[in-house]
């Protein structure tokens, strides 16, 4: 019982508990608010960034609509008033932000009365004016004049009709940076005639047609005017974000800038309330978290139309609580639980006390208890000495305890090895009882391992996972990991070392597994890519020792895909398999097979004494891959092509042994080469590399980098070769032809990127290209009334199968306004081989476009009548390769006369191309064909050369 009360007080324990917790509730409380106001930034930020997107893309559009009024200047030469206003009527109802359409034209001193004629036919007592002073005053005399000419609507902006913007400087800033950039581009906030404010004009260069504009110097020579959109800013602006519903959220402001910064002068849209005030220096002063009026804004700034635009978003106040609950539940929480804590902790301590009061009270009634045992302490003492050493070494032998364990003497022999060495090691422990560890492992005396352990143990220190290996009585290989530590008696005298051994020969084979996996191929059992370059540096070191020559061999099997996707991918693993095993079958032992990547496989070949490397190995490489194998009950006969690559060492003066600097990489990148030279040559073939095969392929890449920026570049041309009706006599279409001018390898043929093109899917944008083009020119010729023409344009294999092919014709005919019935689209026939129900489906949505769709190349692919009556075809083109002799090979007569026969009978007309001669004409004409194209006639000209043709009535046949 105690004898007094403890006095009251909070213990030390109780108020760091109460300190602790309300410093982490404070600091919970900063971090969730700042966590409450990073979220409010950011759902600015989203809301804001929602905004300039809407606003850029609106100004993008603005752009597109003058992109569009410029391209029936650059379509229709010339444009008169009532195409102009027939173009930009429908406009100016899509779009009522505009103020007005315009053109400007370019009107000499000299021309000045006679211009002035005309725009009085408009507007009686009308002239050219200037706005001089605000104020619309007569145009004084001038060298030249930027009058507006076309205007719409015309009557709600009479005070501009006529006006000579020249003088304006923002305008003639504009104009100048349009011709450098080739691009729209948007003026200042100006003052117009009209009497609006806030508006800009948005403006491009007209030229006149057929002079070139590659330069800036080219560009302002070639200028004849500009059209222009004067565009109402501020309806502008609200159309955009009411569109987008982007002016219903009540807590933002919205202010744009026809600037690069918040300028006010150059405000052209604001909406929303004002926010508040600053914040007062005391609330500024404070960090965001305890700022409770806290309020942001968002910057952006963008460029269109060749201008900055600034845009700031601010976001209003909001009441406190509606966007911290979290912090304040928090913080109340936080000082709720350091209360209820610090109580806790009081309790806690107050109790302790009390228990050591009572502690100290049963203290001294047991002091005199202990003085009477005094007599038995050195008995006691000893006792637990005793007891200390060997809970010590018991302890100890916990720790080290593993498999067996073992002691050695002073001398280092064995003493002691447990039952436990003979169950794991297949050893009997007499065995080494009176030996040391060396004795029945002499090669540790001579290692370097075996040194350094030696040299530990008589250094007394103790040791961890030594490693080494020994047969046991089957002779068997087994591995051990031994720890161990020196003894020392009461007077630190050395008395021998104790410790534990295990058997880890398990975990080395899983380690030598693991190193033959990363090194060999999973499937084959062949080396991988890794130790293939090992194995390549080796031998080419021994090659350049010895001087002899080295061969690599890639090797890729002719029709792997075919039995992968005949059979599946077990086949294709079996045959991957067997192919492995017949390699190296075939070649040496000293020779590497390794297996590079699917169905791909090096072999390394170096020079022996006995035997010299020549084609004959290779050869019976190759008829051993030849032979038969049984896939699933079926005999399949594939075969490989070999690409060979020779490394002389005897042309190296460098040692073996030094580093050979990326040259095995480079060799078996040679024999890649050659492999595929050896494809190309109709597979199941053997080429050696030569630096011919190298220049090809670099060649074939210089080609390759130029044409993926040709279309950007505008280095694409086309030609047009004009096809002649027999019967008339009359130039009834021609033929769109590709060519390619570069500005360093001159005019590219063809032949030379047509294909590349194919298989890098190039041919997509730029097919897509010509059609636009080709449509676009051909139009231009029937608005200049020599149509009616029909326009043939070729299609690629990647064209025919891209999904949104008939969407994309449709939407050129709909841009260009060329009638679909004057457009015949050229394929051939091996666009349909792959799926015929898709290409019949595909063919006939062309088809209900409105155009005709024509088989080019007929005769010379996969001919078949019964694609001929499914697809709706219209017309059947004559290969060049019939046409050729057509006259003195009764072959190729005959096929020709069958073809036109054939296609009459069919109801379909017949074209024959590679016409060049009167003979080959005048059969063609017997025999009933429709119309011919060739060199005969007329080679493919360019669209300036083929005018004048197109211009006369007929063309007489000769």
Known sequence: MLRGRLPLSISTAAAL??????????????????????????????????????IERGIDDAVEVLNTTNQLFAAIVPVTREQFRDFTAPLLQRHPYIQAFSFHRHVP?????????????????????????????????????????????????????????????????ALEQSLQSSQATATGLLALAQGVQGSFVILRPVYRHGLPL?????????????????????????????????????????????????????????????????????????????????????????????????????AHPRPFLADHLGSLLTLAAGL????????????????????????????????????????????????????????????????????????????????????????????????????????????????RWGKQHIAQLEARLPFSNLEYAMQDRDGQLRWFSINGEP????????????????????????????????????????????????????AMAQSRRKGCPLWVLLIDLDRFKFVNDSLGHKAGDLLLKTIAARLMASLRDSDTVARLSGDEFVAILSEQPDEALSAAIVQRVMDTVAQPVLLDGKEFFVTCSIGVAVYDGSQHNAPGDVTLNGE????????????????KQGRNNIKFYTSAMNQATLERLRIETALRNALEREQFVLHYQPQLDLASGRIVGVEALLRWRHPDLGMVAPQRFIALAEDTGLIVPIGAWVLRQACAQVQAWHAAGLGPLRLAVNLSARQFNEPNLVASIATVLAETQLPPACLELELTESLFMHDVALAVSQLHDM??????????????????????????????????????????????????????????NLKLRVVAEGVETAEQLDYLRRHGCDEVQGFYFSQPLPPQEIQPLLQRDSCAVQ
């Open 109 to 173: 001193q000299a021309q000045r009365p006679a211009f002035e004629a005309d725009l009085r036919r408009i507007v009686p007592g009308h002239s050219i004016t200037e706005l001089r002073d605000g104020l619309v005053r007569p145009a004084t005399d001038h060298a030249n004049y930027l009058v507006i000419d076309y205007l719409e609507p015309l009557q709600d902006n009479i005070a501009a009709f006529g006006l000579n913007v020249r003088p304006n400087g923002f305008l003639a800033d």
């Open 214 to 314: 590659h330069t800036l110097e080219q560009r302002r020579a070639a200028l004849s005017g500009e059209t222009a959109v004067v565009i109402r800013s501020r309806e502008l602006v609200w159309k955009i974000l009411s569109r987008a519903d982007l002016l219903s959220d009540p807590q933002l402001e919205v202010s744009v800038y026809a600037s690069a910064s918040a300028d006010p002068q150059t405000l052209i849209f604001q909406h929303g309330q004002p926010g508040a005030n600053k914040h007062n220096s005391g609330s500024s002063r404070l960090p965001r978290w305890l700022s409770f009026d806290y309020h942001s804004h968002y910057d952006s700034a963008f460029a269109s139309a060749g201008r900055p635009w600034h845009v700031r978003v601010v």
């Open 487 to 538: 003894l020392f008696n009461e007077l630190g005298e050395f008395r021998g070392y104790r410790g534990t051994g295990s058997d880890i020969t398990e975990r080395k084979l899983a380690e030598q597994q693991i190193q033959h996996i990363a090194h060999h191929d999973v499937l084959t059992g062949l080396p991988n890519r890794a130790l293939l370059r090992d194995r390549l540096t080796q």
């Open 847 to 904: 088809k209900a476009l409105g155009v005709q769709l024509s088989i080019d190349d007929f005769g010379t692919g996969y001919s078949s009548f019964a694609y001929l009556r499914t697809f709706p075809i219209d017309v059947l083109k004559i290969d060049r390769s019939f046409i050729n002799d057509v006259a003195r090979d009764a072959d190729d007569a005959a096929i020709v006369v069958s073809i036109i026969a054939l296609a009459h």
């Open 336 to 447: 709720l639980f350091s209360v209820l804590t610090a109580a806790f902790v009081q309790s806690l301590t107050q109790r302790s006390r009390r228990v050591q009061k009572l502690v100290e009270q049963r203290t001294a009634d047991l002091k005199h208890s202990n003085e009477l045992l005094s007599a038995d302490v050195q008995a006691r003492q000893r006792t637990e000495r005793a007891l200390q050493e060997s809970e010590k070494r018991f302890r100890r032998l916990l720790a080290l305890s593993s498999d067996w364990y073992w002691e050695q003497d002073v001398n280092l022999c064995f003493t002691h090895i447990t039952s436990g060495f003979s169950d794991k090691s297949n050893m009997p422990p007499e065995r080494f009882i009176g030996m040391t560890r060396w004795h029945h492992h002499p090669e540790m005396r001579n290692a």
């Open 664 to 679: 095995t990489q480079n060799l078996i990148e040679q024999a890649d080469i050659a492999m595929y030279c050896a494809k």
């Open 17 to 54: 508990t109460l300190a602790c917790g309300l410093c982490v509730t404070g600091v919970l409380f900063a971090a969730i608010s700042q966590l409450e106001y990073d979220k409010m930034t950011l759902s600015l930020q989203q809301r804001a960034g929602a905004r300039v997107a809407v």
